[in-house]
């Protein structure tokens, strides 16, 4: 019996993961599961560069904007609601395209989880009020001192990722990063991971001129919309933040959007470190044509 087939699209934000996770579905004539944590919510449009209504029309996706920034929702609900999509879409689909710039959902998905011990939400809200009082670096030189391991690894500029780490250390009294890589599930499919690789000076320059179009799609508008809701962990997201920074009269418009091309640029840096650990990964040119990429790929399941 041939094995299900997950085919997880990776690389840097605006290097064009959706696009060729399209073609992809369609060459396959499949489905996209979205593992990008920023399109989740329904509120958040322009910043988080969802699918358009005629990309989301060429292929059907699953997990784009399906709840509210109010509502609460780990990675490992993630997880599981994912492979429950998964197991449904085997049943009419060999193969599934996964797709997303988050590599710990990409990740999530693929791999499993790690067991982590459960912790009170007293704890979170001790750690939010914590931020909200003393800002993220509190947080982070906390983290530095119960988990210097985890401290090293960890993207230091995501909240939510310092705070579960902390939740951990406090409620088990042990470092976040003696959970990791435990014995993990095992999975009912075979997964091959496609990486679409440039050169930084491409990468960056996409970022540029994808900050520059959101601006001119009304990222503002969407931003003051959205300012009532700014203490929410959805919303310390890049593009966000610093346009409710210039919104708080702190920075001008112009610095703010310097501000988002930066840290989406310091962002692209982080995916790519964590995907250059990844040995598995196939990598496909930028600019190479589809026909090219679709070569690429089936050579690789041909070979394996």
């Not at 435990?182 to 960056?204: H, S």
């Not at 593009?239 to 930066?262: M, N, Q, R, T, W």
């Amino acid at each position: 019996m041939k094995k299900n087939l997950v085919i997880a699209v990776v690389g840097a934000t605006a290097i064009g993961k959706t696009k060729l996770a399209i073609e992809l579905a369609k060459h396959f004539k499949t489905e996209i599961i979205s593992a990008d944590s920023r399109q989740f919510f329904k509120e958040m449009t322009i910043g988080t560069a969802v699918p358009s209504n005629e990309e989301l029309i060429e292929a059907k996706h699953h997990f784009i904007q399906h709840i509210s920034i109010k509502d609460a929702y780990s990675v490992g609900d993630f997880e599981k609601e994912a492979t429950a999509k998964l197991n449904q879409l085997f049943k009419s689909h060999n193969t599934v395209i996964l797709v997303g710039g988050s590599g710990m959902y990409v990740d999530a998905v693929v791999k499993g989880l790690d067991d982590f011990p459960e912790a009170p939400n007293s704890i979170r809200e001790e750690l939010n009020q914590q931020m909200k009082t003393n800002g993220l670096k509190s947080l982070q030189e906390l983290l530095k001192k119960k988990d210097p391991v985890y401290y090293e690894k960890v993207d230091l500029d995501n909240p939510h990722r310092v705070i579960r780490a902390l939740e951990v250390c406090i409620a088990s009294g042990k470092p976040f990063s003696s959970f990791l890589n435990q014995l993990k599930p095992q999975r009912n499919f075979k997964t091959l991971y496609v990486g679409i690789n440039a050169e930084r000076e491409i990468i960056y320059r996409r970022i540029n001129l994808r900050v520059d179009k959101m601006m001119q799609e009304g990222l503002l508008s969407e931003a003051k919309h959205l300012h009532q809701f700014k203490n929410l962990n959805a919303l310390n997201t890049i593009g966000y933040k610093e346009l409710f920074s210039y919104l708080e009269g702190k920075i001008s418009l112009d610095e703010a959007v310097a501000e988002i091309k930066k840290n989406t640029r310091r962002f692209a840096k982080r995916q790519l470190t964590w995907y250059r650990k990844n040995e598995n990964i196939i990598w496909v040119d930028f600019d190479d044509s589809l026909e090219s990429k679709i070569a690429k790929i089936k050579n690789a399941l041909e070979n394996e």
